[in-house]
């Protein structure tokens, strides 16, 4: 099975922008949660996806929002960049709805550079 | 609230010495923990997870890790270093049941294996 996928890989925004990342999942997931990692703040939830819809959601600001497809792509959107939106952005995939036990696969990520 | 505290940001071992990466949590219901590495520039991929089955659990390249609940500890250990084991390493907990693939990450450990 192929694994998930991400794109774009790279990506330099300036401020004020605004972004859309997307995540192809495992073929037959059909959660997909998001998470951000930068240095100072390490790995934090996002959002998670399933059947099209938001199930949980982090502690981050209006501007980061999610969407799920019938095919379980996910895309986010961040609008209104800030500097401090600079991160790896990691999508990950997991099968089942029971949730907390599954484990989650991981894609490459996508690098945001905001300048 | 659950939260994931890794004992030492930087790891640094000779070449067929053991490894052993600290982890500690808490969590007001049994938890699911998780050890994921990441190698530079990739995604996170899963070492392995605690899942109640048993509390000594093998994963992937030799690891291992024991579940004490007394202690609320999730040390990884292998016995014998490789040079391709160095990369970052994460410990992870996540929600439980109730439908969520929420994973709250630890800082993170950098191990270094020198020849």
């Known amino acids: 099975k192929a694994g998930v996928t991400q794109t774009p890989r790279y990506l330099i925004k300036t401020r004020g922008q605004q972004v859309t990342l997307s995540c192809s999942p495992i073929s037959g997931h059909r959660s997909v949660s998001w998470y951000q990692q930068t240095p100072g703040q390490g790995l934090q939830f996002l959002f998670e996806y399933f059947s099209e819809t938001q199930r949980n959601k982090g502690n981050f600001p209006g501007r980061f929002s999610g969407r799920q497809f019938s095919n379980s792509r996910s895309e986010m959107n961040v609008s209104t960049l800030e500097l401090g939106d600079s991160a790896l952005y990691l999508c990950?995939?997991?099968?089942?709805?029971?949730?907390?036990?599954?484990?989650?696969?991981f894609g490459p990520g996508t690098r945001l550079l905001v300048l | 609230a659950q939260s994931v505290t890794q004992l030492g940001s930087h790891v640094s071992v000779s070449e067929g010495a053991l490894v052993l990466l600290r982890c500690n949590y808490s969590?007001?219901?049994?938890?699911?923990l998780f050890w994921y590495v990441q190698y530079p520039n990739q995604g996170l991929q899963l070492l392995l997870k605690y899942t109640s089955a048993a509390t000594l659990v093998k994963g992937i390249n030799g690891f291992e890790a024991e579940f004490k609940k007394s202690e609320t500890s999730f040390h990884l250990t292998k016995p014998s270093a490789h040079m391709s084991d160095a990369a970052e390493y994460f410990c992870?907990?996540?929600?439980?049941?109730?439908?969520?693939?929420?994973?709250?990450f630890g800082a993170g450990t950098r191990l270094a294996v020198h020849p």
């Open positions: 969590s007001s219901v049994p938890p699911y």
């Open positions: 992870a907990v996540s929600r439980g049941s109730g439908g969520y693939n929420k994973l709250i």
């Open positions: 990950a995939s997991s099968s089942a709805g029971t949730g907390g036990l599954e484990t989650q696969y």
